[in-house]
């Protein structure tokens, strides 16, 4: 935007998903807050979901249903995916019990890295243990899924059963069958960052410069 290069700007919000992005925003002796889940400029303060509050929620909805074998979808390349990953086979594991996690590479110029292959997803989902209960670390990658599921004609829910995260209605309506869903605070993630830059800009420097928050 003119308003960044024009010296227009006291304080910044961004998402900042991209190499080209963290470029212009790196040397600027600005405020910012970070509200991506990529991290590329760590040394920014950032609001983001509470991944493992959302793992966490994830695991007791489907332990309560009584399932015994547990997997994951994900994209390593997305922090917020990684650290929900980690934190899912953790809480499987100390349940003692094993968790196949898929973190298959996304397609090539994929947008934002959330559309991984089918091809390697297909071949993983007909080998997992049923009924199995799958974490994705967004609706998006459960919808995917969900695909995958309808191409292997596994039966959703009995032998294959899905929850993603972000409460996305667009993702619900692409999906071929209902996609159940986390729902993270996202109001509340963007009145939090306007409230961190309003501190960053009144000179408070000594805040917390991680801000997560837990799902509703």
């Not at 760590?42 to 991944?51: E, N």
């Not at 074998?69 to 994900?74: I, L, Q, R, T, W």
């Not at 090539?108 to 559309?115: M, Q």
């Not at 695909?147 to 596994?154: D, F, I, Q, T």
Request: aromatic share 8%; glycine share 8%; charged share 20%.
């Amino acid at each position: 935007p003119d308003e960044l290069s024009d010296g227009k700007c006291d304080g910044v919000i961004a998402r900042i998903e991209t190499p080209k992005l963290a470029r212009i925003l790196a040397p600027m002796k600005l405020p910012i807050v970070d509200v991506s889940q990529f991290r590329l400029l760590p040394h920014l303060p950032f609001v983001d979901a509470d991944d493992g509050a959302i793992a966490r929620l994830a695991f007791s909805h489907f332990k309560e249903r009584g399932f015994r074998h547990f997997a994951f979808v994900g994209n390593d390349v997305i922090g917020g995916s990684r650290h929900r990953r980690h934190a899912f086979e953790q809480l499987v594991k100390d349940a003692c019990m094993a968790c196949h996690s898929f973190t298959g590479k996304p397609r090539v110029g994929a947008p934002a890295c959330y559309s991984l292959s089918p091809r390697e997803l297909d071949r993983w989902i007909v080998r997992l243990p049923h009924p199995c209960a799958v974490f994705a670390a967004w609706d998006g990658f459960g919808r995917q899924v969900l695909y995958a599921c309808k191409r292997a004609k596994l039966d959703v829910p009995d032998e294959i059963s899905v929850i993603g995260v972000g409460d996305d209605s667009l993702e619900a309506d692409l999906s071929p069958l209902p996609l159940s869903s986390i729902v993270p605070n996202a109001e509340g993630a963007g009145y939090s960052a306007a409230v961190l830059l309003d501190q960053l800009m009144a000179g408070q420097h000594h805040l917390s410069q991680h801000i997560a928050l837990p799902p509703l």
